[in-house]
């Protein structure tokens, strides 16, 4: 199991979409997919609700706080899911922290 | 009958008039001029595409920039829903010009270079001043807040400096760096002798490449596109033909890869007289090599088919004569000898005369 960079310094960041990120909803199939340069990456529906929060204008602990409360039902792993997944898209330059 | 696979991704390539030179190119060496596709013709390309399931579209040449109405263009494909790329030689971005196509809507914007310094780089793109004004055009780009992907084609000329030319990328800001070792169609087949690198110099490429990707991962991603000469498997040319992607010509001819034109015994259609839609479901040429019921053998039984779909066609018509070879490149093709000829220099001239260099005509030019 990967190593999450808990750093009060790290999730207090905002994450944001890189510039040459693009968030679409495919219209042939109705599904969320991330375009980026010469990539299409399809996304589930958690992804999606991850990257949508994502403009730089909230802070880690902020996006996730905000998919507690939309989705009550959602476990104590979203916080390591999502940081884990924000830590792989960043890995591939297609998130910053800033 | 098979399910036809939605398309991803259009090259658009709007002309193949460009200012360069560059003897790697892979544009066709003689072209009739047709009149290009004028930008209403363009538009309605674009929707199609899209309305297909088309996500991306490059714009690419020749030389985007020469068209003027590549803001429209860009525009058009914004509207429609697509992540748009802008492929150039980065001349003719102004300032002025750079903020337009931003205002457009531009995704992303890739400029070429030819080598890490001047003298090279200038003398491979055949125009004086070239390198500096690829740099300038470079600041230009992030000036205006575009995203920025770097093209290096390499060949022997330049494959030595991998590591002067990865730093100077670096320093330059780019998020993506395309490394493509050059592929042998058009100009660049021609120049095929003079262009090829030795196993030496491609081994220690890959090194080099490797190790930068390690470096820099999360800062700049790095494609390398492989010599495949040099390869005991074909690369899996377009990932399928008619399988992702699609190209329209400056000519509005509608192709399963850019180089199709190199199979002179298939006949391509063009959106001045049939959709888009019906040319990737039903045309002949689209048709003619998708999934792998067409495949004589080695192909028809390798466990491969469905990872590299034997191949490039292209290559398997110019260098055997019939496109539904194996791609010569494949250790299991009877015609490999070609390129093991190739490859260890064995062939009359290999080495000898000098780079033809591109030039936009439609005559015969020697």
Same mark, same amino acid.
């Given at each position: 199991?990967?190593?999450l960079?808990?750093?009060?310094?790290?999730?207090?960041?905002?994450?944001?979409?890189?510039?040459?990120?693009?968030?679409?909803?495919?219209?042939?199939?109705?599904?969320?997919?991330?375009?980026?340069?010469?990539?299409?990456?399809t996304?589930?529906?958690?992804?999606?609700? !991850?990257?949508?929060r994502?403009?730089?204008?909230?802070?880690f602990?902020?996006?996730?706080?905000?998919l507690a409360?939309?989705?009550?039902?959602?476990?104590i792993?979203?916080?390591?899911?999502? +940081? @884990?997944?924000?830590?792989? +898209?960043?890995?591939?330059?297609?998130?910053?922290?800033? | 009958?098979?399910?036809?696979?939605?398309?991803?991704?259009?090259l658009?390539?709007?002309t193949?008039r460009?200012p360069?030179?560059?003897?790697?190119?892979?544009?066709?060496v003689?072209?009739k001029?047709?009149?290009?596709?004028?930008?209403?013709? /363009?538009?309605?390309? =674009?929707?199609e595409?899209?309305e297909?399931?088309? +996500?991306? !579209?490059g714009f690419?040449?020749?030389?985007?920039?020469?068209?003027?109405d590549l803001?429209?263009?860009?525009?058009?494909?914004?509207?429609?829903g697509?992540y748009?790329?802008?492929?150039?030689?980065?001349f003719?971005?102004?300032?002025?010009?750079?903020?337009?196509?931003?205002?457009?809507g531009?995704?992303n914007i890739?400029?070429?270079?030819?080598?890490a310094a001047?003298?090279?780089a200038?003398?491979?793109?055949?125009a004086?001043?070239s390198?500096?004004?690829?740099?300038?055009a470079?600041?230009?780009?992030?000036?205006?807040?575009l995203?920025?992907?770097?093209?290096?084609?390499?060949?022997r000329?330049?494959?030595?400096? +991998?590591?002067?030319?990865?730093?100077?990328?670096?320093?330059?800001?780019?998020?993506?760096?395309?490394?493509?070792?050059?592929?042998?169609?058009? /100009?660049?087949y021609r120049?095929?002798?003079?262009?090829m690198?030795?196993?030496?110099?491609?081994?220690?490429?890959?090194?080099?490449?490797?190790?930068?990707i #390690?470096?820099l991962?999360? #800062?700049?991603?790095i494609?390398?596109?492989l010599?495949?000469?040099?390869?005991?498997?074909?690369?899996?040319?377009m990932?399928?033909?008619? @399988?992702?992607?699609l190209?329209?010509?400056?000519?509005g001819?509608?192709?399963?890869?850019?180089t199709?034109?190199e199979?002179?015994?298939?006949?391509?259609?063009?959106?001045?007289?049939?959709? =888009?839609?019906?040319? /990737?479901?039903?045309?002949?040429?689209f048709?003619?090599?998708?999934?792998?019921?067409?495949?004589?053998?080695p192909? @028809?039984?390798?466990?491969?088919?469905?990872?590299?779909?034997?191949?490039?066609?292209?290559q398997?018509?110019l260098?055997?004569?019939?496109?539904?070879?194996?791609?010569?490149?494949?250790?299991?093709?009877r015609?490999r000898?070609?390129?093991?000829?190739?490859?260890s220099?064995?062939?009359?001239?290999?080495?000898?005369?000098?780079?033809?260099?591109?030039?936009?005509?439609?005559?015969?030019?020697?």
């Amino acid at each position: 199991m990967q190593e999450l960079n808990l750093d009060p310094d790290r999730i207090s960041k905002r994450p944001s979409l890189a510039k040459h990120a693009r968030l679409q909803i495919d219209r042939l199939t109705g599904e969320p997919v991330l375009l980026s340069q010469e990539a299409v990456f399809t996304l589930n529906g958690s992804a999606y609700e !991850v990257l949508k929060r994502c403009d730089g204008t909230r802070s880690f602990t902020q996006l996730v706080e905000e998919l507690a409360e939309r989705y009550p039902s959602a476990t104590i792993a979203l916080w390591s899911d999502a +940081l @884990r997944y924000l830590e792989k +898209l960043s890995q591939k330059g297609l998130v910053q922290w800033i | 009958m098979d399910l036809v696979p939605r398309p991803y991704g259009l090259l658009a390539e709007l002309t193949y008039r460009c200012p360069l030179h560059c003897p790697y190119c892979s544009n066709p060496v003689r072209w009739k001029n047709n009149v290009e596709l004028d930008s209403e013709e /363009w538009t309605r390309t =674009i929707k199609e595409a899209a309305e297909l399931g088309v +996500l991306h !579209v490059g714009f690419s040449g020749g030389e985007p920039l020469l068209r003027k109405d590549l803001e429209l263009l860009i525009q058009a494909a914004r509207g429609a829903g697509l992540y748009t790329n802008l492929i150039t030689s980065g001349f003719g971005l102004t300032e002025d010009r750079a903020i337009r196509l931003s205002n457009a809507g531009l995704d992303n914007i890739q400029i070429s270079l030819q080598a890490a310094a001047n003298t090279l780089a200038d003398t491979i793109a055949g125009a004086t001043n070239s390198h500096q004004r690829k740099l300038d055009a470079v600041e230009i780009a992030k000036r205006a807040g575009l995203a920025l992907s770097l093209n290096v084609v390499l060949h022997r000329f330049n494959i030595d400096n +991998l590591s002067e030319i990865i730093a100077l990328t670096e320093n330059l800001g780019a998020t993506r760096l395309e490394l493509a070792n050059t592929q042998y169609y058009g /100009w660049a087949y021609r120049n095929r002798a003079m262009l090829m690198p030795s196993r030496t110099q491609v081994y220690a490429a890959a090194k080099h490449v490797s190790d930068a990707i #390690k470096r820099l991962a999360g #800062k700049m991603k790095i494609l390398y596109v492989l010599p495949d000469y040099f390869e005991n498997r074909p690369k899996a040319c377009m990932n399928g033909w008619g @399988r992702k992607y699609l190209t329209v010509n400056p000519g509005g001819f509608v192709l399963p890869c850019p180089t199709a034109f190199e199979i002179a015994d298939l006949r391509f259609e063009t959106v001045r007289q049939k959709s =888009i839609q019906w040319i /990737w479901e039903e045309s002949e040429s689209f048709n003619r090599f998708r999934g792998t019921e067409w495949m004589p053998e080695p192909c @028809r039984s390798c466990p491969r088919k469905e990872i590299d779909f034997g191949g490039c066609r292209c290559q398997a018509a110019l260098l055997t004569g019939d496109a539904s070879n194996t791609d010569p490149v494949c250790e299991l093709s009877r015609h490999r000898v070609l390129i093991d000829e190739v490859i260890s220099g064995h062939r009359g001239d290999a080495g000898t005369g000098s780079l033809v260099f591109r030039h936009n005509s439609g005559a015969a030019h020697s």
